[in-house]
């Protein structure tokens, strides 16, 4: 598969075993579209369009302040606030709150760039992760020896296996029974763990061992939101 920044080689996001592969997939683009806009991009015309009229969350600012040099930050800024004036404040205010204006700015307020793009392109590769699936052979076996799939993707890539034309029906129900057991094995493990925690603090566990549980609270946050505490 040729590798650009839109495509990223499935099997290299499988091979490792370690925590949720669609979290690493996430964590991959994000990182490259972060350094990809204050870089090359930053220049082209097409996009600069695009991101001055989405702006960029909380997180994605923060990332490309602390990545990119601050020149860059302060160009993309410069265009994207003249939008803002052009667009959200008049000359002259009314006499009243405009509601269509008010609602203009709400959307603006949950637009980003950065995340639109992740977005499609997780898509993107998810579609290409049901046909190498569908293919059996050496992904399939990778798929299987994922340690979890985290709460977040679990949803995400059932939610697009299911959509009309993404993926193939005949093997919908084994897709859904390995990946639901990834899921569910994982959560009732943490559980385990997490029960196990608790019970530490009692005087009369006193001298038993943590074990696997030492570490079961950052676990459980980073399987229920997808990110690590």
Known sequence: MKETICTIPIND?????DGCPFCRMEKMLEEQYVKFITGDAMM?????IETNKKGFCHRHFTQ??????KLPNALILESHLQEMIDNFMPKKAKSKPDKK?????KSELSSCYVCDRIERDMH???DTIFVEWAKGEEFHRLYN?????????YYFVMDAA?????FQSKYIND???????????YLESLKKDITHFCSMFDYRSKGQEWGSSKDSIERSIEFLTGEKP
Request: some cysteine.
């Open 13 to 17: 996001i499988f091979m490792p075993k």
């Open 44 to 48: 082209e015309p097409s996009i600069r």
């Open 64 to 69: 490309m302040f602390e990545m990119g040099q």
């Open 101 to 105: 204006q008010l609602d203009k700015i």
């Open 124 to 126: 993107h590769l998810t």
């Open 145 to 153: 020896e994922q340690p979890f799939i985290c709460l977040k993707h």
């Open 162 to 166: 299911t959509k009309k034309g993404r």
């Open 175 to 185: 897709f859904h029974a390995e990946t639901y057991a990834l899921t569910k094995n």
